[in-house]
């Protein structure tokens, strides 16, 4: 090894003896921040990775080490110099190592003065470090596999422009072999054996941040076989024609063909090991979480995942299939044999095609495929079928992936977040398939199941005297088919000797009692309390008290108790109401709320809720009130109820709604009736009528039409907006999981929240959002810039600049907005209503302590014309709108495994928002210390060679020289 390091420093001696390694080494640099900054547009993306670093390295590298591998032999070969180093007494294994070495040095160089990209976006941004090892590790075995190719081929030719084109053209193709190009005239298998022999592709893999173990013996068996033939080239310079040598001929090329044979089957052999594999990135995005793997352990029936993927797809699918297809293996082997795993190509078997039509709606996509010289339709499958039961859920290609164009045309496709929409379309199968026998049947029987009724039957009302009966009767029912794990008990605080009084019902429970009418002084208890170990839930009447409602009310209390069963979410939204142009017609409502409904759809069981019965269904886990208007006191005062009976509560409460101006054409603010605010308020939650502007923004998209060339030409431009607030990981609650790996969310048109510290004493407050600190208030709801008066933002500055409090989340104990003013209720009792159509309970006037609440000063972030404004500029930003809410609807219903499983695919890191308006300091920051590193390292390579002593090739003795001086022949 010591006369392959001095081999190693001699070559380096050359390279930096000459202006040849400053050259190879301003060259890799300049490309490399060239690429970096301009052809991948660093600072337009917006996102805090060095992707576009190592997206180009596979390309340049392939011309770097042709020009440092071109003259290690071929010089030699051409100056004769080679026949020397044949006599010296250095093995050949120890030369062609000392020169490799001396390549990947000067490789590890050129790599290492490119770290300053990835300290400059860490400072920018929160860099995730795993991808950016990874893609440096690939680097160096890329760069290790072409550089043995380019030494072998130097040996072989003694003209340097020959050595050079040829290690281009055979690293080139290694590299294209692999590549979407060729891959997509082929079809899936021969497309994925291609991905395995191309260098390229087994790149993206580690750049990535995974590192697979079969990747690693790649490029180690590359850089080895290529080593080898190099040794045996040179080896091949000494032989001769002659009958003695044939037989060391033959051995040598025997052996060079053993080494490549048992590397070759080496990489077959593991080329179906999948699972053997390092994941880098900070949440280990590549490797299923523990809530994933809890969720397989539970199964207990078959599940099936059967994947359709037609052979010939779009070309930007074809690289996502196997990488699916690696995922959904990782669930089979997790699953122990629970899942089966099925991946077809429809189009090789019609019964299963037909049977995803008829059966499960899957249907082929048609794909336009365009050419140069043609264009053409495929209809092709990119579909997942995941079956438990008689539930299923089908995922089409828009459900997984995401798409992102850049400024130049090109278009990016990856998947969204493989692992979270495949487990949660598993939970939901599977909780949709479970039944109440099951959930009592799983239940541990060391914990059993109290259900306790507390009911005065002398202070009952009339029209509730036979509620207890039948409740005993639907009580009674359950515990039969509970096998002992489900019991009752009936108790009247107010009977001689009862065990528990009216005072201990309010020490331990909390419950207060509920008054006959308005105006008596009669109160009556009819509380249920569904209890299970420690835990206890508060159960009240709903409906008209049949014993549907009963049965009803318990079973939805045993599902909320397991974690076995889908949530129901309950939704409500403003009501549709048609518009009329300045020409009387009849428009479609303005606005509307498709997407939020489809998203949280998804992954719970949603019902949209009409509340004017005064009260929400038992069985609802969530509630979210979108864009509270025009809200009667029967809908607020179910809300209210709801959130007493410990419900959760999540409401998008503005003060404003956007509407077309029938005159201008454009956008106008319209202020809201018959909210929420005075209940929030009650709550400790005050709404202000101001709107909130932040310098911080989402861009405003507005068509601009340009003179180009005498034709007209409309583009999209991009505006400050201040009414689109931009909030970033700085401005939320980095402890709540609500918002926790949020990369952005922008509210349009919001209004502050005030938190009210004296009602919110004893609760547990979480601000969420905030704007920057260089927000301010407007009172003035026009929302039409004026760049004339105005030309930074197109509006005023007005008062003190600070920041605000966009949103909230509480959880405590909270006293009902009804307690001291008539509830509908007593109202319509007091004028003689129909008690059947009325809430059973009354007034329930305080809540426990599981109740939850989250208040969102924007009404509009969720309006689907909202969306669609943010499409024309970011196609997926106001997916990060989406996330929220169904973040808060998880974290309402406390089902944070699907939470944190999605907090791990947060694929987007964002750049501060300082980043872009100092993209030419930056750009200029790492252009002037690529250069001075440069000098540097000439001044220092010169200093080092002028304090040293010049080399001297001492000359090979003779045979009859040799042996007189041992001591010198060791030194020699």
Not at 294 to 304: A, K, S, T, V
Not at 335 to 349: C, F, H, M, N, V
Not at 545 to 571: H, Q, Y
Request: charged residues 20%.
């Amino acid at each position: 090894m010591k006369q392959a390091l001095s081999i190693t420093r001699k070559e380096l001696n050359g390279y930096f003896g000459s202006p040849m390694a400053l050259i190879f080494l301003g060259a890799f640099l300049a490309a490399s921040l060239f690429a970096f900054f301009w052809i991948d547009t660093f600072f337009a993306r917006g996102i805090a990775d060095v992707r576009p670093l190592f997206r180009s390295m596979p390309v340049l590298m392939i011309f770097l080490v042709a020009a440092l591998t071109m003259r290690q032999r071929s010089e030699e070969q051409r100056s004769g110099t080679l026949e020397v180093l044949l006599t010296l007494p250095v093995s050949l294994v120890q030369l062609v190592v000392g020169k490799f070495l001396a390549v990947m040095a000067l490789v590890c160089v050129a790599l290492a003065l490119t770290l300053f990209l990835p300290i400059s976006v860490s400072i920018l941004g929160n860099l995730d470090w795993g991808p950016v090892i990874g893609g440096y590790l690939a680097a160096v075995l890329l760069a290790a596999g072409y550089a043995a190719i380019g030494l072998t081929v130097s040996s072989r030719t003694d003209n340097q422009i020959v050595a050079l084109i040829s290690t281009v053209l055979l690293c080139g193709v290694l590299y294209l072999v692999g590549s979407s190009g060729i891959t997509d005239f082929v079809g899936d298998t021969p497309a994925e054996i291609l991905r395995a022999i191309g260098a390229g592709s087994r790149f993206e893999s580690i750049e990535r941040g995974v590192v697979d173990l079969r990747d690693l013996i790649y490029y180690l068996s590359l850089t080895a076989l290529f080593l080898t033939l190099n040794v045996a080239s040179l080896d091949s310079k000494r032989w001769s024609t002659g009958e003695r040598t044939l037989g060391h001929r033959r051995g040598i090329v025997l052996a060079t063909a053993l080494i490549g044979f048992n590397l070759i089957a080496l990489n077959v052999w593991l080329f179906p090991v999948r699972g053997l594999r390092l994941d880098l990135t900070a949440q280990r995005e590549y490797t299923l979480s523990q809530p994933t793997r809890d969720l397989i352990d539970n199964l207990q029936e078959p599940l099936l995942i059967r994947g359709y993927f037609s052979e010939r797809t779009h070309p930007l699918l074809a690289p996502l299939g196997p990488r699916i297809e690696d995922l959904l293996r990782e669930y089979s082997i997790a699953s122990r044999g629970k899942i089966e795993l099925e991946i077809i190509d429809p189009a090789t078997e019609p019964e299963k095609e037909a049977e995803a039509n008829q059966t499960y709606g899957i249907r082929p996509t048609p794909f336009q495929i365009a050419g140069r010289y043609e264009s053409s339709v495929i209809n092709s499958y990119f579909d997942i079928l995941i079956r438990y039961g008689d539930q299923h859920v089908a995922l089409s290609f828009r459900d997984l992936i995401e798409v992102e164009q850049h400024r130049d045309g090109q278009v990016d496709v990856r998947l969204r977040n493989l692992e979270y929409d495949l487990t949660r379309s598993i939970k939901k199968v599977v909780y949709g398939f479970q039944s109440v026998d099951a959930v009592l049947a799983a239940m541990d029987a060391s914990q059993p199941i109290r259900f306790t009724v507390f009911v005065t039957p002398d202070s009952l009302p009339e029209w509730l005297a036979e509620a207890p009966e039948t409740i005993v009767k639907v009580a009674a029912e359950i515990q039969a088919d509970s096998h002992g794990k489900f019991t009752y008990e009936i108790v009247d605080p107010d009977a001689p000797g009862s065990a528990v009084s009216r005072q201990d019902l309010y020490d331990l429970y909390g419950l207060q009692p509920i008054a006959v009418s308005l105006f008596s002084d009669q109160t009556y208890y009819l509380h249920m309390i569904l209890q299970i170990g420690d835990q206890a839930q508060f159960l009240y009447p709903s409906g008209t008290l049949s014993e549907a409602d009963v049965r009803t009310t318990i079973e939805s209390a045993l599902k909320r108790a397991s974690t076995g069963f889908l949530k129901v979410v309950g939704l409500w939204t403003p009501p549709e109401v048609p518009q009329q142009d300045m020409f009387g017609q009849t428009q479609p409502p303005f606005s509307s709320w498709n997407a939020v409904t489809d998203r949280l759809g998804q992954d719970y069981e949603l019902r949209l809720l009409d509340l004017t019965t005064g009260e929400v269904p038992p069985d609802i886990d969530a509630l979210v009130v979108v864009a509270p208007q025009v809200m009667s006191d029967w809908e607020r005062f179910a809300i209210d109820q709801y959130l007493m009976r410990g419900g959760a509560i999540i409401v998008a409460a503005g003060n404003y709604a956007i509407a077309p101006d029938q005159f201008t054409g454009s956008l106008a603010l319209l202020p809201l009736e018959g909210t929420l605010q005075e209940m929030l308020d009650a709550y400790g939650v005050q709404v202000g009528q101001e709107l909130v502007m932040d310098p911080q923004n989402e861009p405003f998209p507005v068509p601009v039409i340009r003179q180009v060339a005498g034709f007209q030409v409309q583009e999209i431009q991009a505006l400050d907006y201040p009414f689109f607030v931009d909030i970033r990981p700085d401005g939320m609650d980095s402890e709540s999981p609500i918002v926790a790996n949020l990369p952005a969310l922008t509210l349009n048109w919001a209004s502050p929240l005030t938190v009210d510290q004296v009602k919110n004493t004893d609760r547990q407050v979480n601000v969420l959002l905030q704007s920057s600190q260089d927000s301010w208030l407007r009172s003035n709801v026009d929302i039409q810039p004026n760049f004339d008066l105005y030309p930074d933002l197109g509006f005023a500055r007005e008062g003190e600049a600070e920041s605000h409090t966009l949103a909230v989340s509480i959880q405590g104990v909270f006293d009902s907005t009804f307690e001291d003013i008539p509830s509908p209720v007593a109202a319509e009792d007091e004028f003689g209503a129909d008690s059947a159509t009325t809430p059973a309970a009354g007034v329930i006037r305080t809540s426990p302590e599981s109740a939850r609440l989250v208040v969102i000063g924007s009404a509009e972030f969720l309006d689907d014309v909202v969306f669609d404004i943010s499409s024309n500029l970011t196609r997926d930003r106001y997916l990060n709108s989406l996330q929220f809410i169904q973040n808060a609807v998880d974290w309402s219903v406390e089902d944070l495994d699907l939470l944190s499983i999605r907090s791990r695919g947060s694929a987007t890191r964002v750049l501060s928002p300082a980043a872009e308006s100092q993209q030419s300091f930056w750009e200029g920051l790492n252009y002037a210390i690529a250069l001075l590193s440069l000098i540097g390292i000439g001044l220092v390579w010169s200093a080092r060679r002028k304090n040293e002593q010049p080399m001297e090739l001492i000359p090979p003795k003779t045979a009859t020289e040799i042996g007189t001086d041992p001591q010198e022949d060791e030194e020699e």
